[in-house]
Structures are given as C-alpha cells and as structure tokens.
C-alpha cells in the first residue's frame, strides 16, 4: 500500500445479523513478525464510516492490521471479533525524469541591449504513468484522468554568470513550455485521451525593471507555480524548458559561453496516481550523487 491507501471495514447482509448493533471498530498496526506496534490503536465508534488510511512507512516492510470489531445483540450481550490482514509498504516511485546536461545557448540580438541567450532542457518520461502537473481540486485536473487531490507543481532553477567578471548583470526573465501533441494511451493509472500540443511563455520578470542581477553570486529563482493550465505528461513523451537570459552585449561584451552553463539546477515538483498524496521533487538538471530526489531538491 501507498500513503493514503485505505483499508474499509463494512457488511453485507446478512452481517450483521439481525438485532446486531456495531459499537466501534479499532485498527492496531505493528511490524510483522516483530509485533512493533506502530503509531497509537484508531478506535471509530459507531456508525463509521470505519476506515483506516494508511501512512508512508518503510518500503517492503511488511505490517500485521489488527481489526477489532465491538457489537451487542438485541439482549445486550457483547460480542468482539477479530480480522487480521497483513500489508507490505509499496516501495516509492523514483522520479519520473532523468537528469541531464545543459546544452549550449542560443544567441538572439547579439551586441544589442538586452541580447537574449536561451537554454533548452529537454524532459522525458522514462515512468509508468503520466507526470501530473496540475489539479485544480479532488475532481478536476487540467488532463484525465483524475488524481483524486488537488495539487500545484512548481519549478526552481539556481544560475549564475558562468563567465565571471563578464555578465554581472545577467537575469532570468522567462519560461517557455512546449510539449507536443500526445497520443491516447492507456495503462495500469487508466486511459488519457489525446492531449493537445501545449505551449506557454511564463514571465518572471521584466528586464532591468524588477529582475535578479547574477551579480557575483549564485542566485536561486523560484519556487514559482507552473502554468496553471499544463497538461500531463505521457510516458515515453518528452517537453522542453527554455529560460532565457538577458544582459547587455554593447560594445564588444560576449555572449554566454558553451560551457560552462548558466543553468545550475532545474527541479521540478509533480505527482503521479498510484501515489497520489505524495509529491515528488526531482533534479531535471543538476542532481547531487547523494541525491535527495525524489523527496526533495537537490
């Protein structure tokens, strides 16, 4: 089972049988075959819903549930009875996206003020099922099918001049999403119908106006909100990122260098069905060999 995975205890005719009151229902969860009682005994009374909601623990492990069901029949006499399932805690999805290299930038203006130099990553998803990015609540996400959970994916890049002294006055000014059209598919998360081409320029600031100067620093921008309109993505689809770099090439100043780049880290935050309360975090560039992905940015 998975975080907010859910275990229901309920009664189909003839149980109970007739003049049978359920008083309350307790769940009790220890570590099998140790008998580690894990967390505190959840006791519902009467009338339920009697459901038990299941929290992350250790991957593989596997837990006994006991199940204490309390009742009396019409003359008062009590009765309690035991059911005992046993669960195994699903190993966590890794990301979804392999970390890549930068490419080199691509010049426009140049020795102009401002010259914009863009850098396009490209992300694929190497996962089972689709990369959701936005579900505005339980019952309306932007592609089906439905995560069950509202949820906001974000992105946070760090950058800085990769050339110093040259390119101080470097800054991050905008955001280009692109993903191209995507077939139906259908897998163990259901069927996604054919998603629409998806292309959006998300501006994060206004040059020389309201914009992060590099400076001599490494700066970190976001985390900011992806478009709230991005669709998921399918797997085996790719998308590309492109942030674009502006700064003054007047009088001889250089474009940015091949190498090194100017983007340090890309991470992006998303979350996927079979874990659907769980978000995870995950270095498109920049991951740490001790990486913390896929619980936090590297």
């Given at each position: ?38 967390g ?7 009338p ?37 399932k ?12 392999n ?73 991050l ?32 600031c ?90 936090n940015?590297?």
């Amino acid at each position: 089972m998975n975080s907010g995975d859910t275990v229901t205890t309920h009664w189909v005719a003839p149980n109970p049988p007739a003049g049978t009151t359920i008083n309350s229902v307790a769940y009790e969860l220890t570590v099998w075959p140790q008998g580690t009682q894990v967390g505190s005994i959840q006791s519902i009374p009467a009338p339920g819903p009697y459901v038990y909601t299941w929290s992350d623990q250790t991957d593989l492990q596997i837990y006994q549930l006991r199940i204490t069901i309390t009742s009396h029949d019409a003359l008062n006499n009590a009765c309690t009875e035991v059911r005992v399932k046993y669960i195994q805690d699903q190993q966590a999805a890794g990301c979804f996206f392999n970390n890549v290299t930068p490419p080199g930038p691509q010049f426009n203006n140049i020795h102009s003020n401002p010259e914009t130099d863009t850098v396009t990553t490209t992300l694929t998803n190497t996962g089972s099922e689709p990369i959701k990015f936005n579900c505005a609540s339980a019952l309306s996400c932007v592609s089906l099918p439905l995560l069950g959970q509202s949820f906001q994916g974000q992105v946070k890049f760090t950058w800085h001049s990769p050339d110093l002294p040259n390119h101080t006055d470097l800054q991050l000014t905008d955001i280009v999403w692109n993903i191209p059209a995507q077939a139906p598919q259908t897998g163990t998360w259901g069927t996604s119908p054919l998603i629409p081409a998806y292309s959006n320029t998300q501006g994060i600031c206004s040059y020389n106006s309201n914009c992060t100067l590099a400076g001599n620093a490494t700066i970190t921008t976001g985390p900011l909100n992806v478009p709230s309109n991005m669709p998921d993505l399918l797997p085996g689809n790719s998308m590309t990122i492109r942030v674009s770099f502006k700064f003054d090439s007047r009088s001889g100043r250089p474009s940015l260098p091949s190498s090194p780049s100017a983007l340090l880290k890309t991470c992006l935050s998303y979350r996927i069905i079979s874990e659907n309360t769980v978000t995870k975090r995950c270095n498109l560039v920049g991951q740490s060999g001790s990486t913390q992905n896929p619980n936090n940015c590297d």
